[in-house]
Every structure is written in structure tokens, then in C-alpha cells.
């Protein structure tokens, strides 16, 4: 009985282990602050978004967008696809709220 548990245990770790995709309960949610011109960067940029060059930007465009509750208000600069059409005050679906080692914040949905 326990071996069959253990086995069924690292099935599970096995199977799951090459999800590194980001899922709803990762997706933050926030609104439009700031959407910045094609080539316009702000004045203070993440580590992680100063290390990308110019073929990394290509076809994007930085927003500033605010989340989080009232009272613990957040900010953070996020790459945006060129296409998508973004206003002041739009609500968006972003990955990851910060930085994360190679990650950079990337909205992903309008809503």
C-alpha cells in the first residue's frame, strides 16, 4: 500500500514538473496607468526589463500599470504587445507582478 502510494506520488511530480507555464491563479490584474510611445521608455526601468535589447522589444511597448488593494497600492512597468489597443484606465491581465529572474511582467489580456 505504500509503495503504490509512493509511485502514484512521483507520477505526480513527474507529470507536473514540466508545467512551467503561468495559470489563472498566477495572472495578476490591475489597471492601465501610463502607456508609453512606441520607443519611449520610462525614466526608471526593472533590471529585468534594462537587460532586454532591442530585438527583445521588438513589437512591444512599455505600460505602467497600478495593483493591488486600496490601501496597499502597487506599481510596476510592463512590456505590452504593439497591437493591442490600451488606454489610461484599461483593465488588464499581467504575468508576473514583478520581476522574476528572466521573467519579465507582460500584460497578456484586456479585459
Known amino acids: ?3 503504490l502510494r509512493s509511485m502514484v506520488a512521483v507520477a505526480i511530480v513527474a507529470a507536473t514538473s514540466g508545467c512551467a507555464t ?3 491563479a498566477d495572472q495578476r ?4 496607468d501610463k502607456v508609453y510611445a512606441d520607443g519611449e521608455r520610462p525614466a526608471k526601468l526593472p533590471d ?3 537587460a532586454l ?3 527583445q522589444l521588438a513589437g512591444t511597448r512599455f505600460v505602467a500599470v497600478q495593483y493591488g488593494t486600496m490601501r496597499l497600492r502597487k506599481y510596476t512597468i510592463a512590456l505590452a504587445p ?3 489597443r490600451l488606454a489610461e484606465r484599461d483593465k488588464v ?3 508576473p507582478a514583478q520581476c522574476l529572474g528572466d521573467a519579465v511582467p507582460t500584460i497578456i489580456a484586456k479585459q
Open 29 to 32: 490584474h490591475g489597471y492601465i
Open 22 to 24: 503561468y495559470g489563472p
Open 82 to 84: 504593439a497591437g493591442m
Open 93 to 95: 491581465a499581467f504575468v
Open 1 to 3: 500500500m505504500n509503495r
Open 53 to 55: 535589447d532591442a530585438g
Open 48 to 50: 529585468c526589463l534594462v
